[in-house]
């Protein structure tokens, strides 16, 4: 497993590398590509195995029995979070956007308001928007660079309208993971406003030492009867290109819900994402997945390290994820000037705080799931570019 091994993306038709110039200005060529979320790493030798033994074989047929498929999840959710699950609970989707536009699908109807704490991943508010959902934004509390949830202040925001709840742990944009508190918290203000719980947990298992995520069914099984949770191999393994994503309902009746909407929809899984998820949820995915994130762990040392060292700059202390959330609030700068410092003169494509609502603006979302080098390369980048604040 070596994380240092140059790989390059360049002209492979990847998001990440070859859109930079048309979406944030920064040239192809010698660009470092630090927006979205995959990282620049082969896939353990498993996974890449088990798709290469079923492209030997050479037929694609329809798949079969998933049995293999559900019993790897279930695995996996026992082994590496402690939570037991029923392999007849999972609905396997094309990815987690699409998961997300399932249970909005499902659990409400168009006019219908939907809660998030924000800043939060983007694409939520993509397909709430085209579904017609009123999106309400409970901002989270920045203390000092940790978002901490203030139930008071979004108890006061509900008007009466709102019928689910789209929470993100561990956290994109910021890398929190919840404490068991603030989940339970998050579970009452659900009970409260009578809110299907919908929980992506996609980042689960990329979690830094001395941090646990704790699995929201397990946080608070009380609220099991309206509670969804999400999850999918794809951040873990860097297999998003598979958009194979997993959707675990606990409750019957919003199982049977879901399932209609499926059979509605005429969803059914793939059968390359499903090899390749049943390969990584295994102990040698396990093994890679410590090793990557011991490896990630280092980047994000050398990188906060820096970032912390630039006056005005600040970054939040990333706890999972590998996406750094970074304020550029005390520079005073205005959106396009920190957009032509970092885009135009660092050459680095980065996400705009902003598109993660409210709470984002003067903020940047770097990926820091590359390889060691262009990390490096990306901090002197961005000393040279910041030069006049030191
Ligand atoms: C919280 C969260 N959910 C979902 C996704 C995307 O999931 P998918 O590629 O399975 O649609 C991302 C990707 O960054 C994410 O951060």
């Not at 200005?25 to 498993?46: L, Q, S």
């Not at 396997?92 to 168009?110: K, Q, R, W, Y």
């Not at 397990?218 to 290109?241: E, Q, Y």
């Not at 993660?356 to 961005?382: P, V």
């Amino acid at each position: 497993m070596n994380f240092d091994k140059p790989i390059n993306r360049r002209g492979t038709n990847c998001a990440k590398w070859d859109k930079m110039e048309a979406l944030y200005g920064v040239c192809n060529e010698t660009g470092i590509a630090m927006w979205v979320a995959d990282m620049d790493f082969h896939p353990p030798a498993c996974i890449r195995e088990a798709l290469q033994a079923y492209t030997d074989h050479g037929v694609y047929g329809y798949y079969g029995n998933d049995k293999a498929y559900r019993d790897a999840i279930c695995w996996w959710q026992e082994n590496r979070h402690g939570w037991t699950i029923d392999p007849s609970w999972i609905f396997s989707t094309h990815g987690l956007v699409n998961g997300t536009a399932m249970c909005i699908d499902a659990f409400t109807s168009p006019g219908d308001g939907v809660v998030m704490f924000t800043p939060i991943y983007h694409a939520f508010f993509r397909v709430l928007n085209a579904s017609r959902r009123s999106i309400i934004q409970c901002p989270l509390q920045n203390e000092n660079n940790r978002f901490e949830l203030d139930f008071d202040l979004y108890d006061s925001l509900m008007t009466g309208k709102e019928k689910a709840l789209v929470f993100c742990s561990p956290h994109n944009p910021s890398g929190r993971v919840w404490t068991r508190e603030e989940l339970r918290g998050v579970a009452d203000f659900a009970e409260r406003h009578n809110l299907i719980l919908i929980s992506d947990e996609i980042h689960q298992d990329i979690v830094y030492p001395g941090q646990k995520h704790i699995p929201f069914a397990i946080a608070d099984d009380s609220i099991s009867d309206r509670l969804v949770i999400m999850n999918a191999p794809t951040k873990t393994f860097n297999i998003a290109g598979t958009h194979t994503g997993h959707v675990i309902i606990p409750n019957p009746e919003l199982r049977a819900r879901f399932e209609n909407r499926m059979f509605a929809l005429g969803i059914s899984p793939n059968s390359f994402g499903i090899i390749m998820t049943q390969a990584g949820y295994s102990t040698e995915g396990a093994e890679w997945v410590d090793a990557m994130v011991g490896y990630v762990a280092e980047n994000r040392r050398l990188f906060e390290g820096a970032i912390d060292a630039l006056p005005g700059i600040t970054s939040f202390p990333l706890e999972a994820t590998y996406l750094s959330w970074v304020d550029f609030s005390g520079t005073g700068m205005s959106h396009n000037e920190i957009c032509d410092r970092v885009h135009k003169q660092a050459g680095l494509a980065t996400n705009h705080g902003g598109t993660f609502g409210l709470g984002g603006d003067g903020h940047m979302r770097f990926n820091l799931a590359t390889q060691r080098y262009n990390i490096t390369s990306a901090i002197d980048r961005l000393n040279a570019a910041f030069n006049d604040l030191q």
